[in-house]
């Protein structure tokens, strides 16, 4: 790989990216932009903007968005539409936002004439693939450079004399190495090394951040209301919502009552195992009541190949193939099966816990004049059912002739 | 389908499999061997045997069994080995039960000399399906009778005309009509019909009746531990534990904090939406906890391809194909990635939920020295992770370069 | 059901529907309504006309209707973008026509008022199953005939009785009994039953209608091109052909060199196995053909997920649930996957085999540059390979120190 | 990595692994042992015995093993109980035998005191990550020096002029380059580059060395019979014959008939794609016979199971995971389902195609009497069909229901 002469970095105005939009400069005496996204982790942008000036970047270099709506929207909502939980448990908070970051990556490089895109994610983990295929897909030409494979600042004492050197402020509080690492997005806060790394040993009470703990929860449960529209929850107890407004809305319930927490021994697509503390208040919620929608909604042939290609789909995201073609085509797929998922859920949270307790909807297929205990008026003849059973049992009673005659 | 001489009905004990008995002897003028199993349903089955002879079976003819110990260990254990859930969330505790009832009545059927088997299941549900299903695919002449379907007793009134006609006993709070079915076994509670058949309304707190309420459990947490072998669930707190009895007290702390309760409108196989409540407090602590020891011990590529064929695997046990060869093939990839599954859980019970903090095994894959944020001693060589994304983008980006030139 | 007051039938103008038609009027008093299609079986229908007002049908409730082009353009290719084969050998070609005559049948029951339709189905086959899941899942209120499984005709005796007794001309090669039976249309001509009832015994060459044996095909190969656009073949030869004229003369270069001829044992959706002799000469083309031109325009993870789909696809066609949410979702995945595939295949035909013999497209994957044993000019570094195998190698690298230390 | 003390080299007697021979004494100066198998390419092996003394390597490094029997029984037979093809035609010929020979390696480095072992696949192909993800699989300690990767022979001249610096002698045809490259077991020959890298032309006809072109072959068919036992071929014509004996005879009858040849383009697990010809003359033939007697012997739910699964199988085994948790896993699903494949199968040879005519089994599953057109003796009640359809389309018809009052 030539040495890149403009390189697009997304930067979180924090000690580290500050240290490798440094580097980069040093390195291959290249320009650097920076992207700093609001993804609704709760930090302010502006400190970055300041950061990154004091750091010589040009204003026009300085790209500052708020992606919160788009984020919901594109990702988060079709990813939902799937009911996607990685190794049975993991919502994929992460996962998801990674394909954002880099599609406004590679968008920013085209329109600054950029050669290359940067990321501060390790090469232990799963973010760097995930950068880096969805540039290469959006960008088969873009070089990427992910300093921490690169350098020789192998320790947070090299770390931090290379920032010294390079006049880069350093808190207080990042003098000592933090005891955990942590990455947050509107979907969720993930938390994992150091003081996580033993899987035998209970999370420490501090690593939560986004959920009060279930036993300081409110001791009554509370009821909420989420109304669906082709698969994607729209309005919140009556009222129509926004996207972003509607997973910040069901972050703030689920933080109150203590829902969404996690603690995940999970496979990298790296090959190792990681141990992992998520928080996911919201989107607990949403999976809780898309398939309370769906179970309404959704006919049973769908929901069970639904259910078949979920582990894949969710599998694509976790590695870091959002853009692929079997990403897309399983997503048609999905988004083909939500037509008619609409309706309204109702939920209710109680101390760490989200349970559908009612749903109903002008488009349901629960029929309770087919399922009644009294009489249905002849909507279903039960011998029917006799057949049904003598023609599925057939092939089995074949075999077991057979089997019998066989020994 | 001629007339049956001697059949082997599955007896509760109860009314209605009462009135079964005997419009079985008034139908086809045939002998009846009734069979009654404990499968931890919690119910004295001496009271079974008194009814029956009271309507006439001859005490040969009675058979009395307690299965649990079998019912856990050759179905259920089984099942949780592949963390079966069916649409997402139904730990499928009635489907379970019904191979090993048709198995023990086809199997009484050929001690006895019977040609055929009955059971109480109605036209509407899946239970019939599942039952007769069994029973043909371990004997193929079998005669399946099932009165629900072919009887005109199609009113409650019609039902106890009929028992009286026959001198069987009414128990006075059987004169009215119950508010709701019930199923029950070691495994689960099953409710649903009549006051439960609106799927917008909540069920009424008295359909519960294996837990208590989350928010009447104790106000503590409460932790245990469970040890694994090949999969399954063998010590709880250091003690070792038959399966029946494992699942006995798990059910019990499960019950305590209120765990397992579930309000489910789900496809049935024979076509129409049902909504039910269960409840399967030791079986929710067994998914996690079995979820928790796989994270540690079972490699990623084994954990996907169970992930993946779950929702079929379920999705078999549910629609009563448990003795059909797909099944046993699925069975036999299953068991075949168990073989390391093993070590200790360490779960945190509190109010209607129950979260894995802790795992830890001699078999462990996890390793803290490749995922380490320290030094890892060479365990891992970040530059590798850099040829790995750029082969895995190969073809996205001959992709992405293609679809830029195809325009 | 009541009895219906105006069938729609899906009358051929031969013997047996014939024999329904009368009666359907002299069993129900209903009118009749018949519908002739045209779907490329070889058969002039004007005499089905003739025959249907001769047995007393008004003339504006004959519907004869040349469906050939919706047959393959909305059906057929769609079916094969899939690469769709049913227990790995069998094309679907008579599973695939018929949700199209059911849609018409019950577009014709909607246009002229009648309240059922009707079709000559037996009540083993797959047939029924196909005609009438189609038929409810297009109007939930249609009532379905099915003679065959009512009829006390259970013998061709009393079949040729109540012919003559209602005036039905019997040809007079009808008299005795064929000596197979064969159902046609443009993709296929299936045989079965009588003397193919043996599997053990080679079909007699006189089973043969579509295809010449190969032993008497031409003895130098032909070559031909077929150029295709979003998945469905377009050209032929350089010349742009409809769907139907495509198929038309694919099948005559098929029947000319002996190919798609099929001899399969195949299980029934009703539970038996049953033995076929199929010919599918221009649809044995297509298949090689769109395989071939995927091969080079459909990326890796696409054409796997589209192989891993399509035993499913498949089965939901040969089962009869073409119209079901399911079947469209997987359409919706493959159709999705379809939109780069363009191009041109060159095949071989020779003595019952098609074989591709080269591809392009301008919108190919294949990069000669890429994959090239000649130097490559920088576009792949094999050093990448090395990082790419370590870190696929290393969770087997930790499962291999696990079961060492396990032991 | 650490150099190496002493290689286990995978080792032809040819040039090229003669070089990597010289290379590695150069390189590391370690001791080299060879190992050179039989898998049936069709080469004697002494040569190589007297080629490695040649290049100094001492006589109890030497292992020359005829591993044939060992292939086709333990490798070749299990991967075609599952009917494995890779993208719908290949049938994996040269990636089945590349963990054989790693497994082979390791064990040698285990006996002979070696820590690492070494091969001559390049660095753009599939084969480097087989050898390598085999070779770690089985043991997580072991060095792996892929020469072809490492290198700066990255010319033929180069090469040679290597070559004969370390006095390599170097056959005349040695001296030009082959026009193309060629891999060669018992169950296939492959050949592939060069001449063979516009995927748009055809191959020329001196490409194909294992079968004759099928014009040449004989103007009579040919008919065989293969009978087998749990899904193995055990019989041929009658003669019971070893798994190697079997493959070696169905190659003779299928180079004979110009049987397997195969012109494909497929997908790289390394990311581009790679124009193959292929030749699997017996392999093409046990494709078929398998299929036709699993058509009679296994059970629709087995046989669909399968199919779903293969692509997954025949994928990993392609990418090299032939040792993986996962196949392994598939494996003992595939192979619980060969219990009751047993039977006969006669097949038709006949100028590039091979045909099931017949099969026949005391294990069949077809049920004359079930499928007959004539009386069927009260086997099969077509009444239970209305039933089977009418649930089966309840769920469609719900539906229609519901989008028809839903718009």
Sequence with gaps: MSAP???????????????????????????????????????????ARKKAELLGIKPENIFIEDVREE??????FPMFRANAVYEGLYLLGTSIARPLISKRLVEIAEATGADAVAHGATGKGNDQVRFELSAYALNPDIKVIAPWREWDLTSRTKLLEFAEAHQIPIAKDKRGEAPFSVDANLLHTSSEGKVLEDPAVEAPDFVYQRTVNPEDAPDTP???EIGYEKGDPVTLNGEALSPAAMLTALNEYGRTHGIGRLDLVEGRFVGMKSRGIYETPGGTIMLEAHRGIESITLDRGAAHLKDELMPRYAELIYNGFWYSPE???LQAAIDKSQEHVE?????????????????????????????TFEDDAGAYDQKDAAGFIKINALRLRLLADRNRRGS
Tied chains: 1, 2, 3, 4.
């Design 5 to 47: 002469k403009k390189v697009v970095l997304a930067y979180s105005g924090g000690l580290d990216t500050s240290i490798i939009l440094k580097w980069l400069q040093a390195e291959y005496g290249c320009e650097v932009v920076t992207f700093t996204a609001d993804l609704g982790q709760g930090e302010e942008l502006e400190p």
């Design 71 to 76: 984020f919901v929207r594109d990702f988060v």
């Design 327 to 329: 990403r897309e085509m």
């Design 343 to 371: 309706g309204t859920v109702r939920l209710k949270l109680y101390k760490g816990s989200v349970q559908t307790v009612g749903r109903w909807s002008d488009k349901s297929l629960y029929s309770e004049q087919h399922v």
């Design 222 to 224: 509370e009821y909420i």
